[in-house]
């Protein structure tokens, strides 16, 4: 069904990250650093779930995860058009809401994506992602982009209900660093470095903007949040913390030299880990450019659907990879793939994956 309404979903973080920064940009001064900052908020949404669980269920397609799917998807509007007719029969459903407001992000539309959070929030209005949701588009509708007032008040609200929602920390301290709140920006990212793995370019990217607030404030940092900021600049690996058995996949992908010659520079690389035997749902996802190619990723709980299944759900997985010359989280004749498995999900070795396949043929 709806191919594009996940991907666009996703994509709305990207973008949302991108223009929230802006007041960033302009107070940076440098175009290197524009095109950072801008790299760091794609980046960072890599780490996160591509949809919630209830918009990949309505809109997607799980089983096409597996080659030979051929329903044909939805365009945005569609999707949107079924929503809203949902809606006519049933405007008490919170979730049905919330797709709106996805799709209505995913348009570049912040307004109407807040409005229709804010109808969701009525009956969840202690739901830290609708929380954090609400505040992003708000703050996009700004003239400024400026995260302060409400969204800056449901934010602090939605990480009192969960101290550990990444978007919501990223979030927050980019509301600090807006209003020249500089030691506390330095606080929320390093809370945000905490959860994050030390050897990825979004801490690396995180970590940079840590010593950013560092020097527009003139500000010394402890002890505590030197050791994080080296360990995400030296991209280190932080050991876990005693009786921790959360997986942490790590998954080195390259294409195989025959395929070459059929990849599309501007395709996107979708790395995921999926369940051999339950449902085709992702227990984890990330995006990233088929420039990174050969890329090594790392996935984790934290790369899930939102309130899907994750890794630690499952005993063992199915690790793919896939280049999609559409940019589609689905599958489609042509793309590029590959996969390995099952694999123990409490694995420590690198997984190599070999993209050595076309899907279709």
Known sequence: MNAPFL????????LALALVLWPLLRQAGRQTRRRGLIALAVLFVLGLPLASAGLYE???NPAALNPGATEQPLTLDQAITKI?????????DPNLWTLLGQAYGAKNEPRLAADAFEHALKYRPDDADLLVAWAQADSLAQPQHMIVGEARARLQRALAVDP????????LGISDFQLQRYSEAIATWTRLLKLLPADSDVARGVARQVELAARRGAL????????????????????????????HLTVQVSLAPHLARKLDPDSVLFVYARNPSGPSMPLAVARLP????????????????????????AQQVIIGAR??????????????????????VDRTQPISVVIDKVVGQ
């Open 7 to 14: 991907i666009a979903s996703g994509l709305m973080l990207a």
């Open 84 to 92: 809203k007719a949902q809606l006519d029969h049933d405007s008490a």
């Open 323 to 344: 280049l999609s010359a559409r940019g589609q989280a689905l599958p489609q004749p042509g793309d590029l793939e590959g996969s390995v498995g099952p694999i123990a």
């Open 220 to 247: 010394q940092l402890t002890a505590a949040q030197t050791q994080v900021l080296s360990a995400a600049t030296a991209g280190t690996k932080v050991p876990a913390a005693a009786g921790s058995s959360a997986p």
């Open 58 to 60: 309505l809109v997607g």
């Open 290 to 313: 088929a420039s990174a190619l050969p890329a090594t990723v790392t996935l984790t709980d934290a790369m899930s659907m939102a309130r899907g299944p994750n890794l630690s759900s």
């Open 164 to 171: 550990t929602h990444q978007r919501g920390l990223w979030l």
